[in-house]
């Protein structure tokens, strides 16, 4: 058979009957067990480099998880991660957030993040998503005491200073934080913090008198209380003021502190308790030092004057250490303002320059985009400082290490600041000589009274100045450093 064009046609069925394309459904059906596996292998790929991701979650910081986080994200990352983590560790979520410390040491990056994509300190982002839920309900200062009649008597003592007395707040502060010590102490030692009851019972006062002593043996003992004569002293006055209280207008019987400094022998004048380093003493401290937190320790008490306090709590934005041309101070300081108690808003850098720059040097490098801006940084602190009370021991420290001491003692930053004291007044007395001659031409009874009317009291700075660098030259050199 020949088709039109004359060419032979097969009678074969393949030729005759081609055989049909299959349907889509038969090869869908046939390729099912491929299909299946390959989502299969996928879906364990994903649930894998989600584990993975999860673990190293906090490991980095800069995981895909804290990089694709929106706000909403970070959100319901507080509340699922972080949340639980602070109940687990105690803190109560409802009423606080974590401290910085805290957040960057538990989720590492997560602050950054919070910088960088939506320019939010932790505190706004806390603000953002409105939390805590609950403010933390006001602790009084006195909530601990678990006898109603005594935190009564102690609230009303301190609002009869301030109110009736008319005493300062930082007074009034003073008091009360001796108060408390003292309480707490007492309860440790006694078992209760009723310190009223005794009181109105005759019969009671020997023992009230022997708890009262054995509470301040333990206070005594202490590194950061009763360090010196004065303050044992001090201490008891600030004691004794309540229960004089009580006695001359609660009806109390008797004062449990009576004949208390007598009993320690406390009660010999303390004339050696002005005692100061000298300034071999403070050259050896610097020289052992290896640590430049010990070395700018030292500096900062013996070479600027500064309470233990001021040198934990110094911070960058305090320390102008290149001042311009027009400032008044006419040379490095430290600016105060108004936040110091009984001293000077600014204090001259008068030697130490070099060790405060390269001390910021190093907490910049090591800390980085999170640092604070303390001198001092410390990550287990709240405050993210150093506490005072570890100032002090690490110049305990340092003394013991350097074998100085005053009277057999290990001198206290106390002493190294009365250094500085007894330096400054040596500088103003050399001052008034200087113009002694030109007091006695112009007739004057003193070198003070020229000074006053013919100087302004930037020269007198600078004249003090002058001399001040002359005592502290040397002092805090490295040339003979202990190794």
């Known amino acids: 058979m020949e088709n039109s064009k004359g060419q032979p046609i097969s009678k074969s069925n393949e030729t005759l009957y081609p055989p049909k394309p299959p349907d889509l459904e038969s090869l869908l059906h046939g390729a099912r067990p491929l299909l299946l596996a390959i989502s299969l292998a996928l879906t364990l790929e994903s649930l894998t480099d989600r584990d993975d991701y999860t673990n190293t979650m906090?490991?980095?910081?800069?995981?895909?998880?804290?990089?694709?986080?929106?706000?909403?994200d970070a959100e319901a990352f507080y509340q699922?991660?972080?949340t639980p983590q602070m109940r687990a560790e105690g803190l109560a979520p409802e009423h606080e957030?974590?401290?910085?410390?805290?957040l960057e040491s538990h989720f590492p990056g997560f602050i950054k993040h919070l910088s960088r994509r939506f320019d939010l300190s932790p505190g706004d982002f806390y603000e953002k998503i409105d939390v805590p839920v609950e403010s933390k309900p006001e602790e009084g200062p006195f909530d601990f005491v678990d006898?109603?009649?005594t935190r009564t008597a102690l609230e009303d003592y301190l609002v009869e200073l301030r109110d009736r007395q008319g005493r300062a707040e930082s007074t009034v502060a003073t008091r009360r934080s001796a108060l408390r010590l003292y309480v707490r102490t007492y309860k440790d030692v006694n078992g209760t913090d009723?310190?009223?009851g005794p009181l109105h019972d005759?019969?009671?006062?020997?023992?009230e008198m022997d708890r009262v002593a054995d509470t301040f043996d333990v206070l005594r003992r202490r590194e950061d209380t009763l360090t010196t004569h004065a303050s044992r002293r001090k201490y008891v006055q600030e004691v004794r003021q309540f229960y004089t209280h009580q006695v001359t207008f609660k009806r109390a019987r008797h004062n449990p502190t009576d004949q208390l400094e007598r009993r320690f022998g406390w009660d010999s004048t303390p004339e050696w308790d002005n005692q100061a380093l000298e300034a071999d003493q403070i050259r050896t401290l610097y020289q052992t030092a290896t640590d430049p937190v010990d070395r700018l320790t030292v500096i900062g008490v013996c070479g600027w004057g500064l309470r233990p306090s001021e040198v934990a709590s110094l911070r960058v934005d305090q320390l102008v250490l290149d001042p311009p041309e027009d400032d008044t101070e006419a040379g490095p300081y430290i600016e105060f303002g108004s936040e110091r108690k009984n001293g000077p808003?600014?204090?001259?850098?008068?030697?130490?320059?070099?060790?405060a720059t390269a001390r910021i040097d190093t907490v910049v490098e090591e800390a980085g985009d999170d640092w604070m801006g303390a001198v001092f940084p410390s990550s287990s602190a709240e405050s993210g400082h150093l506490s005072t009370s570890t100032v002090r021991r690490r110049f305990k420290n340092l003394a013991e290490r350097a074998g100085v001491a005053v009277d057999g003692e290990v001198p206290t930053p106390k002493m190294g600041r009365r250094y500085w004291y007894t330096a400054y007044g040596e500088a103003v007395r050399r001052v008034a000589e200087r113009f002694a001659d030109v007091a006695e031409e112009q007739g004057s009874k003193s070198a003070e009274v020229v000074l006053d009317n013919y100087l302004s009291e930037a020269e007198k700075r600078r004249h003090r100045r002058e001399e001040m660098r002359e005592d502290l030259e040397g002092l805090f050199t490295k040339e003979t450093a202990v190794q």
């Open 58 to 72: 906090t490991k980095t910081t800069d995981t895909p998880r804290y990089s694709t986080m929106d706000l909403e």
């Open 80 to 82: 699922n991660e972080i």
């Open 97 to 102: 957030t974590p401290t910085y410390s805290w």
């Open 147 to 149: 006898d109603d009649e």
């Open 194 to 196: 009723d310190l009223l």
């Open 202 to 207: 005759d019969a009671s006062r020997a023992d």
């Open 345 to 355: 808003g600014t204090v001259a850098l008068l030697t130490g320059v070099e060790d």
